[in-house]
DNA sequence: CGCTTTTGACCAGCGC
DNA sequence: GCGCTGGTCAAAAGCG
């Protein structure tokens, strides 16, 4: 068995693209008029110590809007009372990190307006504004006079106006500093409010990211071979695939209309092969496609089967670039099989036949020379059985061509188990995050003919492009989305959408796109 | 040049 | 009122 992990050809320095922000107004984020409603104040009343304090003690569901006193008088000076006559609301809170790093970024633009020495301490206070016209945050920081190690941060927004009340930014500022499961809870409450800045949901999903990698994803803390082989073994127990509607409602009926203005011009809702950081995303569309046709040494003639289709982006690639190859895709919705036939009509193809029908329980007589599957897999349980079903499907010269996103170690299971997970919970329950490897553990009915690994930047900077398209379509989004979900939930929705490209950006993109990652298979009929 | 940071002046509150 | 402290302003300095 030949193996290869080709250098994907990233350039090195990329990093930069990577911190690509949006260039969303102040208002975008933050919906004031909202607030007023679900008082934000509750969720951070309280002020966190920054070891020892309960989640329960940040989320806190009743009470009055004030909050609580400092146990330990970090914040003594503070006065929130209600001036007489006019109502003046002041949301303060205030914590304490660790850090050796002189200036913690939190993600939101300040301007620095003070200095002062402290008495009785060495170390001065610095007084910021947040800088946004309007915004009527300040924070104030100083180190600890005891371990200057510990920076001591005091925010508050006060604003006359009910309507300027603005505790996003103690949210934020609060929930980088919590423990795991209170940091989750907080980053879903922020979300659905709308409440985080880009620099703030991808520094939380980092942080979530390594977390997990310390102790969530891992079945134990050394994870060895003989739990992947486990975790292989378990799945031959399970049906082909497991809720196969919910991922299907969660993601793929929104309008075609949406992925139109989202993803590039083949509407490849995969990974895409960026030969050079510039490339556009039209480019690394086509290249991963031809990277495709070249693995798997399609030729003009083949009768060819695409499993997990989409809308149609490799069965129409090929059925342009070999005219004389028969393509059958199968996708599971009608949208998408539409959209696929307008697209046969307007390219002039004739080659292309597309059935729906949900794979783990369809089956048929025909087989082909080629058959290909990308981004399916992770929908599935049972490769084994998975597997059988396609290598009957396979004539006996035929190559079976396998593309999924995978960790490069280790193997586990979307599963709407803890609320933490949201991207399982509305966009993958049901699925499988498989290791790099995983499939060479199935080989009862294929063979491994090669292997190729593609460094996770690629599926990074893919994500990066879609969040990039999609914001740059927000006024065509706005009326997808309020059709979609609904006009309260149209927002919410949106953040959801905008975090999960952010999400999936951070995923691949750690550690320099060596831990989560790409894999292509070629397999033989065995 | 366009930005941020520094810095002394100023101001408000408070205890005496 | 006076002295002290903490917070803010805005002119000046610093920076890439």
Redesign the pocket.
């Known amino acids: 068995m030949a193996e290869s992990y080709p250098n994907t050809n990233m350039p090195g320095s990329t990093m930069d693209r990577y911190n690509y922000s949006a260039n969303l107004e102040f208002s975008d984020f933050f919906d004031f008029t909202d607030w007023t409603k679900g008082d934000l104040a509750l969720i951070v009343s309280g002020y966190p110590e920054s070891q020892n304090y309960a989640a329960n003690d940040v989320v806190n569901s009743g009470g009055s809007s004030s909050y609580h006193e400092d146990p330990n008088n970090i914040a003594a000076?503070?006065?929130s009372r209600s001036v007489m006559g006019e109502k003046q609301i002041t949301e303060k809170v205030a914590f304490k990190t660790k850090s050796e790093i002189e200036?913690l970024d939190d993600g939101f633009?300040?301007?620095?307006?003070?200095?002062?020495?402290?008495?009785?301490s060495p170390n001065p206070?610095?007084?910021?504004?947040c800088?946004i016209e309007g915004c009527p945050v300040?924070k104030?920081i100083e180190r600890d006079k005891e371990d200057p190690r510990i920076q001591i941060d005091?925010i508050e927004s006060s604003s006359s106006r009910k309507r300027n009340r603005v505790p996003a930014i103690i949210v934020m500022e609060s929930i980088v500093q919590m423990p795991y499961d209170a940091t989750v809870r907080l980053m879903l409450a922020s979300l659905e409010r709308n409440l985080l800045p880009d620099a703030v949901i991808r520094r939380l999903t980092r942080l979530l990211l390594a977390s997990r990698l310390r102790s969530g994803y891992k079945p134990s803390a050394e994870f060895q071979l003989s739990d992947l082989v486990h975790f292989a073994h378990s799945l031959r127990e399970m049906p082909i695939a497991i809720k196969t509607e919910r991922p299907k409602s969660q993601h793929y009926e929104v309008p075609t209309s949406f992925f139109k203005l989202v993803l590039g011009k083949h509407l490849k809702y995969s990974c895409c092969f960026f030969p050079d950081k510039s490339s556009t995303l039209e480019d690394a569309e086509k290249a991963m496609l031809e990277l495709y046709c070249e693995r798997s040494q399609i030729k003009d003639g083949h009768t060819v089967l695409d499993v997990g289709c989409g809308w149609g982006s490799l069965a129409l690639y090929i059925a342009q670039k070999y005219r004389n190859c028969q393509i059958t895709g199968i996708c599971n919705s009608v949208t998408q099989k539409a959209y696929i036939e307008e697209q046969c009509r307007d390219l002039q193809v004739q080659n292309v036949d597309i059935i729906v029908a949900d794979i783990s329980a369809f089956d048929m007589e025909a087989s082909y020379d080629r058959i290909f599957s990308i981004e399916m897999f992770e929908h599935m349980k049972n490769y084994r059985d998975l597997l059988k079903k396609i290598s009957r499907w396979m004539k006996p010269d035929g190559l079976l061509f396998v593309h999924y996103f995978c960790h490069k170690t280790f193997a586990y299971h979307f599963e709407d188990v803890n609320e933490d997970d949201w991207i399982t919970r509305y966009f993958f329950d049901g699925g499988t995050m498989p290791s790099a490897n995983l499939l060479l553990y199935f080989q009862d009915d294929v063979s491994i003919a090669d292997h190729w690994l593609i460094n996770g930047k690629h599926y990074a900077q893919t994500s990066e492009e879609w969040l990039k398209r999609m914001d740059q379509n927000s006024n065509s989004v706005k009326p997808i989305m309020e059709s979609t979900y609904g006009k309260d939930s149209s927002l919410k929705w949106t953040v959801y959408w905008r975090t999960f490209f952010i999400a999936v950006a951070e995923l691949f993109g750690y550690n320099n796109g060596e831990e989560w990652m790409v894999s292509h298979f070629l397999f033989r009929k065995k």
């Not at 206070?125 to 504004?129: D, V």
């Open positions: 000076s503070g006065d200036i633009k300040w301007r620095k307006y003070g200095k002062k020495m402290v008495k009785n206070r610095n007084y910021y504004k800088s300040k104030r005091k």
